[in-house]
């Protein structure tokens, strides 16, 4: 029996995959779900204590990570998070502060040199579903800021609240 060259490309191709961690991983906690690179890790493992009402977290480490917050009033409207954004939440960029679309959810995004933070800085977007406004923020050193955005698209093209 003869093995054809693209079963053999294939198992070649799956083994780099697992060898290099590969693949994806689900958050899935308190009413949000989204999909993230499953060569970050999940947690406390993270080792960041974000501040706010953080619903969970994954990332690499202190200053690089995905955050999921809920809010528990009544949700803002878009017009309203684009007015108040750079005077609620502090060291919100006002030029950054936009409209974006994923999915089927509008969110409002901005850049956020987060006070204290040396040289991370967040990528901040916040959206409504299931009765709240929602928040993730994607915080990033210099190190890691290509994966954490990269993990970040992935976890907003795949966000979905209930």
Same mark, same amino acid.
């Given at each position: 029996?003869?093995?054809?060259? $693209?079963?053999?490309?294939?198992?070649?191709?799956? $083994?780099?995959?697992?060898?290099?961690?590969?693949?994806?991983?689900?958050?899935?906690?308190?009413?949000? $779900?989204?999909?993230?690179?499953?060569? =970050?890790?999940?947690?406390?493992?993270?080792?960041?204590?974000?501040?706010?009402?953080?619903?969970?977290?994954? @990332?690499? @480490?202190?200053?690089?990570?995905?955050?999921?917050?809920?809010?528990?009033?009544? &949700? =803002?409207?878009?017009?309203?998070?684009?007015?108040? =954004?750079?005077?609620?939440?502090?060291?919100?960029? #006002?030029?950054?502060?936009?409209?974006?679309?994923?999915?089927? =959810?509008?969110?409002?995004?901005?850049?956020?040199? &987060?006070?204290?933070?040396?040289?991370?800085?967040?990528?901040?977007?916040?959206?409504?579903?299931?009765?709240?406004?929602?928040?993730?923020?994607?915080?990033?050193? #210099?190190?890691?800021?290509?994966?954490?955005?990269?993990?970040?698209?992935?976890?907003?093209?795949?966000?979905?609240?209930?």
């Amino acid at each position: 029996m003869r093995t054809s060259t $693209t079963v053999l490309a294939a198992a070649a191709l799956a $083994t780099t995959v697992a060898a290099c961690g590969g693949g994806d991983k689900t958050f899935d906690e308190s009413g949000m $779900t989204f999909t993230y690179p499953a060569s =970050l890790k999940a947690g406390k493992s993270v080792g960041a204590t974000p501040s706010g009402r953080v619903i969970g977290i994954v @990332g690499f @480490g202190k200053g690089d990570y995905i955050a999921a917050r809920g809010q528990r009033s009544a &949700p =803002l409207t878009v017009d309203q998070l684009l007015i108040s =954004l750079p005077r609620v939440v502090a060291g919100v960029i #006002p030029a950054t502060v936009h409209l974006e679309q994923h999915g089927k =959810l509008p969110m409002v995004a901005a850049t956020q040199k &987060p006070p204290g933070a040396g040289d991370a800085e967040s990528q901040i977007y916040f959206f409504n579903g299931a009765g709240k406004t929602w928040q993730m923020e994607c915080r990033s050193t #210099p190190r890691h800021r290509v994966a954490i955005r990269a993990a970040c698209r992935k976890a907003l093209g795949s966000v979905k609240v209930h």
